[in-house]
């Protein structure tokens, strides 16, 4: 099925460093979604986004919903070891309930 | 509350058998969906039923088997899978209907086809 660009596809990173990701993707979306995913459990939504331009927080986590509508961003600042974990964007265009989801970045932290 | 239950947590089946896989959410979502999810790949959409109805269908072999019986609960019948049917299954909602959407996910049944 079709996939949203998600970059990077990996990082390892030390702890207290800040982390960026992004999605991309060729067709208008009207709402963007950010998931952690950790080993067997499902998704957790971590922020929503529904506006072009829209910053949005969450603790240490940043998102931003692309102006062009096309892309989205996620922040991490100050890293912790619990932040490992695989994200996932998800992006949704209107009209429709199906949701295209990223190809994942799968973070890693060392203590 | 946002949670988005599913049982059981982990099977395992024949490729003879039949077992159904269950959700339940009580956020008085509208919308309702079923994942299939291969170990460090992206969820892929199977099903998706709004207002009990199904309204998407991502070709799914006919071996899975979707049902709604009403606006709080999922099954996914399972009849004669493979062993490549192996995978994460998830279950998610949303409000259905509205600018808003935002999908939640349960903690998903791990199947193992022997």
């Known amino acids: 099925g079709q996939q949203l660009n998600q970059s990077p596809q990996s990082m390892f990173i030390q702890e207290g460093e800040d982390v960026s990701m992004n999605c991309t993707s060729s067709s208008i979306f009207n709402t963007w979604l950010w998931y952690k995913q950790e080993p067997g459990e499902g998704p957790v939504l971590l922020i929503a986004?529904?506006?072009?331009?829209e910053l949005t927080s969450n603790g240490r986590l940043t998102a931003q919903f692309g102006i062009t509508r096309k892309d989205s961003f996620l922040n991490i600042s100050a890293s912790i070891p619990s932040d490992v974990g695989i994200y996932f964007c998800?992006?949704?265009?209107?009209?429709?309930?199906?949701?295209?989801f990223g190809t994942g970045t799968r973070l890693k932290v060392l203590a | 509350d946002t949670e988005v239950t599913q049982t059981p947590k982990h099977l395992v089946m024949g490729m003879t058998n039949k077992k159904s896989l269950k959700c339940e959410q009580h956020?008085?979502?509208?919308?309702m969906y079923w994942y299939k999810q291969k170990a460090k790949k992206p969820p892929e959409l199977m099903f998706v039923?709004?207002?009990?109805?199904?309204?998407i269908n991502e070709s799914v072999p006919s071996r899975f088997s979707p049902e709604c019986p009403n606006s709080s609960l999922l099954n996914l019948h399972l009849h004669a899978l493979q062993p490549e049917d192996s995978a994460l299954y998830l279950c998610a909602s949303s409000r259905g209907g509205g600018s808003q959407e935002t999908q939640y996910f349960g903690p998903g049944t791990r199947l193992l086809v022997l």
């Open positions: 039923y709004s207002y009990e109805k199904l309204s």
């Open positions: 956020m008085g979502h509208r919308a």
């Open positions: 998800a992006g949704r265009a209107s009209g429709t309930y199906k949701y295209i």
């Open positions: 986004l529904y506006k072009a331009g």
